[in-house]
């Protein structure tokens, strides 16, 4: 079948993804109610020394970062007037408007009383990072849901509605960038509160600029994974013209990120953690290693970064390494303090992998049926001409 | 005035009759706890030969009330730092952030709260000492202005050098507290967080929250600033001939004419 000149772009094709996640459905839907029924002590493995799991360091924490590509790119198409990356802003956006949805549902699961979460709205304590984190994420997907609003209304003929957003454009996606950067680097300042509990390797009074400048890399990252994923989802062609700067933009932040990260470790002469090998030490390399090194490493060389194999490669583990950090700023990074080794309960890695996949079955839907990728290549070689 | 409570470890004798009494006036279920829960809060612990209290600091600046993003907790004028479980929608940050491990949750029940020592502030409001010191047989635990309670801590140190460690736990850990503590051991050695810094925690995070406004103002301008340069230089670019072969200058060219 691979001499097939038209691939049928918007055919449903179930794989092993659909099935993998189908299986998982029954799991959530169970886990749902007795979390909802039975508490969060019956479900996760939560408990007075360690109240924040996987729930608030995966599905928070990775969550709103694996979005950034959705700031980054309308920053550089609107504000920077890079035009060439137009195509790939309408998927970017949806990630992201996608990721807020999973950051807030997960919310409504660790939230002690999910009910309230309007209080934020109402009882204000301005010096509290996470009242920061409420409006930021608020108001945010309200911007995403507006800059996403023409692929729906153009869908359905409604014109009118869509001029306006056009006229706004601009300082929809000021505020929209303004808010990310708020709300990125208020990620980290969440954990600025703890200096006497998280790890040296991971505390750093820079911890905003940690999180906000890892976040840019890793949602280009994504924006790279993503286009692959559509590729082979979609028959797509992978735009290299466009991924290759994107890698290079990549390559830059997580660049900086890293020196950075070293220079806050050695002012907290924290090196001997990783000399000592010790957890803390080896989960960090794994992280460094994984997540910044290597990427920089292999993207730096133009032969490996015009390669789809490679630059796909490299930004999975881009993204992968990023995951692990957040990972190691909220778990493993506090369990020293804590006292206690945290492992996710089974019920709580169901509810992860089932928002993942819903959230990707929602991506699948809205690509079908909307016209997410504007300049639509049916034809898996020979882009249309002109536009 | 801010009130609070002294507790010295050289005296305790390990009854219990405080957490008896904490239960008692703050209707908690259940037995004592070895350990503090939401349930139990504050117990009596054996390390060794000493026995030690644990309950809730009440910072002076506390660091739970400055992460609660519902102001659900705050420290009242009379010491106390009181929780709210009308306003708290459970998102655990307190007990996440608090440098003394105090706050605890109610991990059992579908709609759940937050418990920790309030210091009895309806006691304490209507000029009575908390139900624990006032249950103390040995006097222990003792009630009264934080600055009388200081100036008692630090006589006691001075009429018994040899009986006590050189520190009155609280004066400054996390930025000083309500509640302080004597012991004759060092007082990691009694479970209790030592090497805390001499700061609120919250000064760390206020430092990044007060500059927000700022922050936006300059990063808004900047990034329209960008967006009006790349912007005009669209329209200019917009506006002129395509680029031609060097050596041909513009007003040359019959069919654009001169400037527009």
Same mark, same amino acid.
């Given at each position: ?21 189908? $299986? ?22 939560? @408990? ?19 979005? *950034? ?6 920053? %550089?198409?609107?504000?920077? /007037? ?42 204000? /304590? ?48 000021? *505020? ?12 980290? @300042? ?16 820079? $911890? ?13 990252? +994504? ?46 002469? %924290?090196?001997? %953690? ?8 080896? +989960? ?40 692990? /950090? ?11 303090? %804590? ?24 991506? *699948? ?5 909307? /016209? ?16 | ?10 005296? #305790? ?8 009494? &904490? ?32 309950? #809730?600091?009440? &910072?002076?600046?506390?660091? &739970? ?66 139900? &624990?010191?006032?249950? #103390? ?124």
């Amino acid at each position: 079948m691979t001499t097939s000149a038209v691939l049928p772009a918007k055919k449903f094709r179930p794989g092993f993804w659909t099935f993998f996640f189908g $299986l998982v459905t029954i799991p959530f839907c169970i886990v749902t109610v007795l979390r909802f029924y039975k508490g969060l002590g019956a479900v996760t493995h939560l @408990s007075d020394k360690f109240p924040w799991g996987l729930w608030i360091g995966f599905d928070l924490l990775c969550g709103v970062g694996l979005a *950034a590509g959705a700031f980054t790119l309308t920053a %550089a198409v609107h504000l920077f /007037n890079l035009k060439k990356f137009e195509p790939i802003v309408r998927p970017t956006i949806l990630t992201g408007f996608l990721g807020y949805i999973f950051v807030i549902t997960a919310l409504m699961f660790d939230l002690g009383q999910p009910w309230r979460i309007w209080h934020a709205i109402v009882y204000w /304590n301005p010096h509290s990072v996470m009242f920061e984190v409420a409006w930021c994420v608020m108001l945010y997907t309200t911007v995403l849901a507006v800059e996403f609003a023409p692929v729906v209304l153009e869908r359905f003929g409604f014109h009118a509605p869509m001029r306006i957003i056009h006229g706004i454009i601009t300082p929809l996606v000021i *505020a929209g960038v303004l808010l990310s950067t708020l709300h990125q680097s208020s990620l980290g @300042s969440l954990y600025l509160i703890v200096p006497s509990k998280l790890h040296p390797l991971w505390y750093s009074q820079l $911890l905003p600029l940690f999180f906000f400048i890892s976040a840019i890399g890793a949602g280009i990252g +994504m924006v790279i994974l993503e286009s692959y994923m559509s590729k082979r989802a979609f028959g797509r062609h992978l735009e290299m013209d466009l991924l290759e700067p994107l890698a290079r933009a990549m390559v830059v932040a997580l660049g900086i990120y890293g020196m950075m990260r070293l220079q806050a470790i050695a002012r907290n002469g %924290a090196f001997s %953690a990783i000399t000592d090998f010790t957890y803390e030490g080896r +989960m960090f390399l794994v992280e460094f290693v994984l997540g910044v090194l290597l990427p920089v490493a292999l993207l730096s060389f133009r032969r490996l970064r015009t390669d789809p194999t490679w630059l796909v490669a490299g930004s999975f583990l881009a993204v992968l390494g990023f995951v692990v /950090n957040r990972l190691n700023v909220s778990i493993t990074g506090m369990e020293g303090a %804590a006292g206690v080794r945290y492992v996710p309960s089974f019920p709580e890695i169901i509810i992860s992998v089932g928002l993942v996949g819903i959230g990707m079955a929602a991506f *699948a839907l809205a690509v079908r049926y909307l /016209n997410i990728f504007p300049e639509q290549a049916v034809h898996a070689e020979g882009r249309p001409e002109g536009g | 005035m801010t009130v609070g409570l002294l507790f010295d470890a050289t005296r #305790c004798i390990g009854c219990g009759a405080c957490a008896s009494a &904490c239960k008692e006036q703050n209707k908690l279920p259940g037995p004592v706890e070895d350990e503090t829960s939401a349930y139990t809060w504050t117990t009596v612990q054996p390390k060794g030969d000493t026995f030690v209290r644990h309950l #809730c600091m009440h &910072c002076l600046v506390p660091t &739970c009330a400055s992460v609660c993003p519902v102001a659900a907790l705050h420290k009242t004028p009379e010491g106390p730092v009181v929780y709210d479980s009308e306003k708290c929608m459970g998102c655990r940050y307190c007990m996440m952030a608090c440098p003394f491990d105090v706050p605890k949750y109610q991990w059992d029940r579908a709609v759940p709260i937050i418990g920790k020592c309030i210091m009895c502030t309806s006691r304490v409001k209507q000029g009575q000492p908390t139900a &624990c010191a006032e249950a #103390c047989p040995a006097g222990a635990t003792t009630f009264g202005s934080r600055a009388d309670l200081i100036r008692e801590a630090k006589d006691r140190i001075r009429q018994n050098p040899a009986g006590y460690v050189d520190h009155i736990y609280g004066l400054t850990e996390a930025g000083g507290t309500s509640v302080m503590m004597l012991a004759n051991q060092p007082f990691e050695k009694l479970g209790l967080k030592a090497a805390l810094p001499g700061e609120p925690p919250a000064m760390r995070t206020w430092q990044v929250l007060s500059n927000i406004p700022d922050f936006v103002a300059v990063w808004g301008v900047f990034l329209y600033g960008v967006h009006w340069i790349t912007a005009r230089r669209e329209a200019v670019s917009a506006h002129q001939p395509p680029p031609r072969s060097p050596g041909t200058a513009s007003t040359d060219d019959p069919h654009t004419g001169r400037r527009s």
